[in-house]
Nanobody
Framework: QVQLVESGGGLVQAGGSLRLSCAAS????????VGWFRQAPGKERQFVAT????????YTADSVKGRFTISRDNAKTTVYLQMNSLKPEDTAVYYC???????????????????WGQGTQVTVSS
């Protein structure tokens, strides 16, 4: 069982930045593919970014490309989502998810991930 804990959400003005963190309790995320998703009220959960296990290659949704960056710390214990140039439409609950996912693919759908954090609220004011 992998327990994920997100942190770093909050209220920010449009154009501002936030950095979200996703840590696994008591273990590293070295071999895990980790994804960030977001869900706004009344909408489906949406893919944001993913970083593959071991290889650390990344893929980012077009809607946030050039503004959001996913990365992993050297100790492989934490995955970050750096969010710059935030817009009001980025307002959502942000979730991190992890899984031991095979192959060289990028996994973009929530059901493909086995473990989820509790979510952290990001609110961008105009």
């Amino acid at each position: 069982q992998v327990q994920l804990v997100e942190s770093g959400g909050g209220l920010v003005q449009a154009g501002g930045s936030l950095r979200l963190s996703c840590a696994a309790s008591g273990r590293t995320l070295r071999e895990y593919t980790v994804g960030w998703f977001r869900q706004a009220p009344g909408k489906e959960r949406q893919f944001v970014a993913t970083i593959r296990g071991s290889m650390d290659s990344t893929y980012t949704a077009d809607s946030v490309k050039g503004r959001f960056t996913i990365s992993r710390d050297n100790a492989k214990t934490t995955v970050y989502l750096q969010m710059n140039s935030l817009k009001p439409e980025d307002t959502a609950v942000y979730y991190c998810a992890a899984g031991l996912l095979p192959g060289t693919y990028y996994y973009l759908r929530p059901p493909q991930y086995d473990y989820w954090g509790q979510g952290t609220q990001v609110t961008v004011s105009s």
